[in-house]
């Protein structure tokens, strides 16, 4: 797999990356890999988006790296982002150079920087034996089976069919109510058992 | 109740099992055994039946303590409203061959020719409310001995003062069936304990249920003396507690302490007010054991191929997800997950009932893709993987593992499984993080690899950077879904590589995202530290540490730890060596080789 699809983004989110780690070196390194492109951007999750469906079109961009934040926060806008620009969302892996870089190496700006190297060195190496995954869609019975006639069974029996929804509910026993039937009354009011 | 049975959108079937279900979210296909009530819908209740029947039963719905005919209705509100007849009692089924009922039946409703059905249905999610049933107590405190007759479980007390139970709500003394002038109840009957048959949790319910009858009586003998003897009175939330401090009020004694049943159900007991060791007699007219509650899931985790917790009860996904299963599609509410009672039961029903309509808000249910791939050219067909899965979702057929899609959760425990490299995670596979490792250690020298699961340990190290705690930059993190995907080639791999350390770190024991993975993650981890050790290489070096997703500073305090670990040059190029040496790999054809060989010997 060479790297000649491959684009890189990487973001500065304002001076929270950038303002420790150094972006235009980690750029300039990554360039060396021999990937499509390389970008820098202030932001990738706002502007950026924009950013990535342009060069996908315009370099003909196969798999992307987003070196951002964590993929906890922004790895479901980048995939959507993706697929937007007709790559399949999971032919993009994101690596965390904020929360796990940036913020937590900010007086050693030399060492985070080569770290962010290398995580971005990471995400390409894994991004390249990606591949397009697409879920399987099935269709769905709309009608529940409720097993157990207790008042658990009852209840939920009872909340799905007001709801409109088709309900079977089976019991072991000849009747429904369960152990609720049984009691008298019940804590802590002293109420009468539904 | 009453609504269940008329409402349009529920079909109930009552004396009906579930005896198999198949399939998957959205489309289950589950089979039913409906046993015959030889009473059909005709019936109108009106009890001319029940006039003639002279067959008489244990009534199971007063826990025996009665007795009811074999044509019979459980409780005059039971839904649906017809009788039933109990076939084991009715001597309709024996030679007599009696047809009395049938012959005074004037809307000819009883049908003696019903026989067992099995139906077959199809469903889009199922919802498990299986309930629970009342801890039997059997040779605890006397109780079923004939020398204490008055020795009653909660239940039974529960019945005798409804106005439709044995006694017709009177209490009484079953020995003497005179009202009772003073009451004994026994908290943690059987609860709370870790002998063998015993329960070993609280079942949450039996304090304030207790309480509550003391009221009761209260009520009806306001003169009646009550004792309770319990083993700390758990009454939590605003109203429990103040039911409690209530019934301090009107002069129910609480005593801390197990007591002792003799003759003459007179209990013998500490009196922690005036001396520890000072033992107390009191006769006592009726004694009530406070039983727990049992779970009744065993069946129902069968059928539906969902995992039960130690202690019988259904196990939920995660703490998280309170009424979901690990299976998607398949949910549970009430006491069967864990001891509830009517209004939490009512609560989680209305939980589990959301999940299913979330289900029924789409046309489609979407199944992940990012799951267990099997290289059919490669697997031997050793079921190893399938025992290891915990979700079920792999089945060995045809001498080859095939993964049920819409079970497998991606987590990676059968990668490890596998002795011949067949089965892969979907872009989560030994290649990716074999080339991750490689560029993380292309400069080994001072390097920690972490491997964090996604769930809690990577949102760990998150946290800490979120929290801006400062510690090595020396590390480089790999996700993988579980900590159970980290394969133990794959840290061996690192050491390989020249890693001087090595961290694996996953959710909490308990906390697993899949069910208890990260314990094989632990046993794995400790067995390469034992091989370490025999290799003479530090096992130090491998650290596993449990890392929630709140726990930045845990992360950041186990990267301190390793940090101070000296790793001498030495020492790293043994370990480098000793992993670089390819492994021999087991394939197919060797097996088969094998195989044959031993069939020779």
Avoid at chain 2, 287 to 312: H, N, Y
Avoid at chain 2, 340 to 357: F, L, P
Wanted: overall charge negative; aromatic content about 6%; some cysteine.
């Amino acid at each position: 797999m060479s790297n000649d699809r491959i684009g890189v983004f990487i973001c500065h989110c304002g001076t929270n990356i950038a303002g420790t780690v150094d972006c235009h070196q980690v750029s300039a390194a990554i360039a060396q890999t021999g990937v499509a492109l390389v970008r820098e951007h202030p932001y990738m999750c706002t502007g950026g988006q924009a950013q990535i469906v342009i060069d996908i079109d315009e370099y003909g961009l196969e798999r992307i790296v987003v070196a951002a934040c964590s993929p906890r926060i922004h790895e479901e806008t980048f995939r959507t982002v993706c697929t937007v620009a007709g790559v399949n969302p999971h032919m993009m892996e994101m690596v965390n150079i904020r929360e796990q870089c940036s913020w937590c190496h900010t007086y050693e700006p030399d060492e985070a920087t080569q770290k962010a190297i290398d995580l971005v060195l990471m995400g390409i190496e894994k991004v390249k034996l990606n591949v397009p995954v697409v879920p399987l869609q099935v269709p769905m019975t709309k009608k529940a089976l409720v097993i157990g006639g207790g008042i658990s069974g009852i209840e939920a029996s009872m909340q799905l069919a007001d709801l409109g929804h088709k309900v079977v509910l089976v019991e072991k026993g000849p009747t429904i109510g369960g152990k609720m039937a049984q009691l008298n009354k019940i804590f802590p009011d002293q109420n009468c058992s539904p | 109740m009453v609504d269940v049975g008329r409402h349009p959108n529920i079909e109930l079937h009552t004396l009906c099992e579930v005896i198999e279900a198949k399939g998957y979210v959205g489309n289950f296909e589950v089979t039913l055994r409906k046993h015959p009530r030889y009473v059909t819908e005709d019936c109108t209740f009106c009890g001319e039946c029940l006039q003639r029947c002279n067959v008489f039963a244990e009534d199971e719905f007063n826990v025996s303590r009665g007795l009811r005919k074999a044509i019979y209705t459980p409780f005059l509100q039971s839904v649906p409203r017809q009788y039933v007849i109990d076939d084991k009692a009715c001597i309709h089924f024996s030679e007599e061959g009696c047809q009395k009922c049938v012959e005074d039946c004037k809307k000819h409703a009883i049908d003696f020719s019903q026989t067992v059905e099995e139906e077959t249905l199809h469903i889009g999610a199922t919802i498990a409310a299986t309930g629970v049933r009342p801890y039997d107590p059997t040779g605890l405190y006397g109780y079923g001995d004939s020398r204490f007759p008055d020795v009653v479980t909660s239940m039974e007390l529960e019945r005798m003062m409804s106005p439709e139970g044995p006694t017709k709500g009177e209490v009484i003394r079953p020995s003497t069936g005179e009202a009772p002038r003073s009451v004994a109840f026994v908290q943690c009957v059987g609860s709370r304990s870790e002998k063998d048959g015993e329960l070993a949790y609280c079942s949450k319910l039996c304090c304030p249920n207790t309480i509550k009858n003391t009221f009761l009586l209260k009520e009806r003998f306001p003169e009646l003396e009550i004792y309770v003897f319990h083993n700390g009175i758990r009454t939590s939330g605003n109203r429990q507690e103040r039911m409690f401090r209530e019934a301090r009020e009107e002069g129910v004694v609480f005593v801390n302490s197990f007591p002792k049943i003799t003759e003459g159900h007179v209990l013998t007991f500490f009196n922690p007010l005036i001396d520890q060791q000072w033992l107390m007699k009191k006769e006592f007219d009726l004694i009530v054991l406070a039983v727990g509650i049992v779970p009744t899931a065993k069946e129902i985790s069968q059928v539906l191929g969902i995992p039960l917790g130690k202690r019988g009860f259904i196990k939920e996904e995660n703490q998280l997800s309170p009424s979901s299963t690990p299976t998607n599609g398949i949910y549970f509410a009430g006491a069967v997950g864990s001891p509830a009672d009517i209004k939490q039961c009512i609560e989680q029903a209305g939980n589990a009932a959301m999940q299913v309509s979330k289900h029924f808000q789409r046309d489609t249910a979407e199944l992940s893709s990012i799951i267990a791939k099997v290289d059919f050219e490669r697997c031997t067909g050793c079921g190893k993987c399938s025992k290891q899965c915990l979700f079920g979702a792999i089945r060995i057929e045809d001498k080859v593992a095939v993964i049920t899609q819409a079970l497998c959760r991606g987590c990676g425990n059968c990668v490890n499984a596998c002795e011949f490299d067949a089965i892969a995670i979907t872009n989560h596979t030994d290649e990716q993080i074999k080339a991750q490792l490689k560029a993380a250690l292309s400069e080994p020298e001072d390097k920690i690899v972490v491997f964090a699961c996604h769930w809690c340990s990577y949102a760990g190290a998150d946290f800490a950077g979120t929290s801006r705690l400062q510690y090595s930059p020396n590390t480089r993190i790999v996700k993988t879904m579980c900590s159970c995907r980290v394969k133990v080639d794959l840290i061996k791999y690192a050491f390989a590589l020249g890693a001087p350390k090595v961290i694996v770190s996953g959710c909490h024991p308990g906390d697993c995202h899949y069910l208890d993975n990260n314990m094989f993650t632990k046993g794995r981890v400790m067995r390469l530290r034992d091989k370490l050790s025999s290799k003479g290489i530090n096992p130090e070096r491998l650290m596993l540490e449990w890392i929630s997703a709140s726990e930045g500073q845990r992360f950041v305090d186990a990267i301190q730890r390793m940090e101070q670990l000296r790793v001498e040059e030495d020492e790293i190029e043994m370990s480098k060596m000793i992993f670089s040496q390819p492994k021999k790999k087991r394939s197919k054809e060797e097996d088969k080789i094998r195989s044959q060989s031993d069939f020779i010997a």
